[in-house]
């Protein structure tokens, strides 16, 4: 099938380009990028055309932080409605967390994670295999079994390698596969118990903290194993200040360390929490306002890395609860983008790079063939209007989950087509 996307502003990071321009996409791959109407065809010959004018045209979004909750926890999410939720947020490759049940830590959970994924047919999707075997932290997994059956990095997820001495051994294997490990940097024995950030909110709202040196003292460790072995270190969910400022000297140094942010976090505070929606409760938690500048400020000098979501649906009757016994986590893949794109509006990055952290950059970390437009690649393409103001409603998320602090919120940046090896996997138009 041939395909023509035109009266578009394309911005592809990777290829340097911002403007507008005719897309021609054969055989589910692109094939021109032309100067408006100057895209030809033989007699006869008959495209279909999708008119994106008004609308910017650019690789499909990237998130290399989402859970999928299957196999084990399928009530919550699966990979079809993990995938059409992603689809709807203009996501065409999403990388899944192995906290399911079983922990994909062994190579019959990989395979069965892609062989779901392939035969859904929807976007592209990524397993994360365990660093450590059912994340319980006291034997590395079989690495190299993981990494051929189609593991693209490692993590334990919510569960972080506290062993110092069996993370320097990962960190080794990180090395030699080529592979980073991402962290989830919290020291849980300075968090147990706690369900909000640490300070003046928490202490008037009566709830246990979690103090943002439980990051700090993680990363720190991290960085300095790293420094020891040479491996790779991809930091998630980054949220507190000091994190941001021991990742960036660590990039001074020339260490191999990235690290990534969830929307969620440089858009609230824990000043969200004071009325107790539990859609507000998250690990890491919402922090101060110090922190989320300092997020803004690592996001526009480049220290931090990528935009990812941590997509965490919940069924409602983990959230129902009390603030302390809720599950942590929210869903994200659907308010992602107009999230993201508040910070164009705030000045303090531009189109152009918001796309680059949702799409070039997180392929690059990641050795991924995915996050530009370039002549041949598969076209996994996203088109949205960034002027397009609508108000989030949960109930119309494709996610089973509705795990959301944004309903009713007011934003910018409407996904309006979202394909994938240039077949549709989303569009307004049809929902």
Not at 19 to 29: M, S
Not at 111 to 127: F, G, K, M, Q
Not at 235 to 263: F, M, W, Y
Not at 332 to 354: C, F, H, N, R, Y
């Amino acid at each position: 099938m041939t395909i023509v996307i035109k009266n578009g502003r394309v911005i592809d990071p990777a290829n340097g380009l911002d403007e507008p321009k005719d897309l021609l996409i054969d055989k589910g791959r692109i094939k021109a990028l032309e100067s408006p109407g100057s895209i030809s065809f033989d007699a006869g010959e008959k495209p279909s055309v999708i008119d994106a004018k008004g609308c910017v045209v650019c690789p499909g979004l990237i998130d290399m932080h989402v859970h999928f909750r299957e196999p084990g926890f399928e009530y919550k999410e699966t990979i079809t409605s993990g995938c059409r939720s992603a689809a709807a947020g203009g996501f065409t490759s999403v990388a899944v967390m192995p906290n399911t049940n079983p922990v994909n830590d062994t190579r019959a959970v990989t395979e069965h994670i892609l062989s779901l994924a392939r035969t859904e047919d929807i976007i592209n999707v990524y397993p994360i295999a365990a660093i450590t075997q059912k994340l319980e932290g006291e034997r590395l997994s079989e690495m190299a079994d993981l990494k051929d059956a189609g593991a693209i990095a490692f993590s334990d997820d919510g569960r972080p390698v506290m062993n110092n001495e069996l993370m320097r051994r990962a960190f080794e294997y990180s090395k030699m596969f080529k592979l980073p490990l991402i962290q989830h940097s919290e020291m849980l024995d300075l968090t147990e118990g706690g369900c909000m950030n640490e300070g003046m909110v928490s202490t008037e709202l009566g709830l246990k903290g979690m103090p943002t040196e439980a990051e700090d003292i993680m990363v720190y460790r991290d960085i300095a194993l790293l420094e020891k072995t040479g491996g790779r270190l991809h930091v998630a969910h980054i949220s507190s200040k000091n994190s941001v400022d021991l990742v960036r000297q660590a990039k001074s140094r020339g260490l191999s360390v990235t690290c990534e942010v969830a929307p969620h976090h440089f858009t609230l505070t824990d000043e969200a929490v004071r009325g107790y929606d539990t859609n507000t409760k998250m690990s890491p938690p919402l922090r101060a306002i110090d922190d989320v500048e300092a997020i803004k400020e690592g996001l526009q000098d480049g220290t931090i890395d990528i935009i990812a979501t941590d997509h965490a649906p919940h069924d409602i009757a983990d959230k129902q609860v009390e603030y302390q016994n809720a599950c942590f986590g929210i869903v994200g893949l659907e308010t992602a983008l107009p999230l993201s794109l508040k910070l164009v509006d705030e000045k303090i990055l531009s189109m152009g790079d918001v796309i680059k952290k949702l799409t070039s950059t997180p392929a690059d970390i990641f050795n991924l063939k995915a996050g530009s437009l370039s002549l041949g690649n598969e076209a996994d393409i996203l088109i949205f209007n960034p002027n397009l103001e609508y108000s989030i409603d949960i109930s119309k998320f494709h996610s089973k989950s509705k795990n959301s602090p944004f309903d009713g919120w007011k934003v910018k940046g409407k996904v309006i087509h979202t394909l994938v090896k240039g077949k549709t996997a989303y569009s307004a138009n049809e929902n």
